[in-house]
């Protein structure tokens, strides 16, 4: 399973920046998406995650700044990022965990994207 993430950029504080994330592959189903960002120097944390369901978790730092959102009959799972801090710079990831065809069984997958970078800056 692939994932293309898309949608990084250089914006001044204060401003918005949406990321989008589009899964491909022998997919059966995608029980958890997410977005992960590492600054540098810094660990990668998690930013936010959201399930096949619907149910959403996000990082204390980005809550009520940044909504991610999915469409399961797409493969595809968006963070929008408003209220841009400096601190929000970072190297951003998409992930998902789920369930793939493998031949003639079905195995789990745990994949990321190849990183979009985020720079908030004036």
């Known amino acids: 399973v692939q994932l293309q993430a898309s949608g990084g950029g250089l914006v001044q504080p204060g401003g918005s920046l949406t990321l989008s994330c589009a899964a491909s592959?022998?997919?059966?189903?995608?029980?958890?998406m997410g977005w992960y960002r590492q600054a540098p120097g810094k660990q990668r944390e998690l930013v936010a995650g959201i399930t096949s369901g619907g149910m959403t978790n996000y990082a204390d730092s980005v809550k009520g700044r940044f909504t991610i959102s999915r469409d399961n009959a797409k493969n595809t799972v968006s963070l929008q990022m408003n209220s841009l801090e400096p601190e929000d710079t970072a190297v951003y990831y998409c992930?998902?965990?789920?369930?793939?065809?493998?031949?003639?069984?079905?195995?789990?997958?745990?994949?990321w994207g190849q990183g979009t970078l985020v720079t908030v800056s004036s």
């Open positions: 992930h998902a965990a789920g369930l793939s065809r493998w031949g003639e069984t079905k195995r789990g997958f745990g994949s």
């Open positions: 592959g022998s997919i059966i189903s995608i029980d958890v």
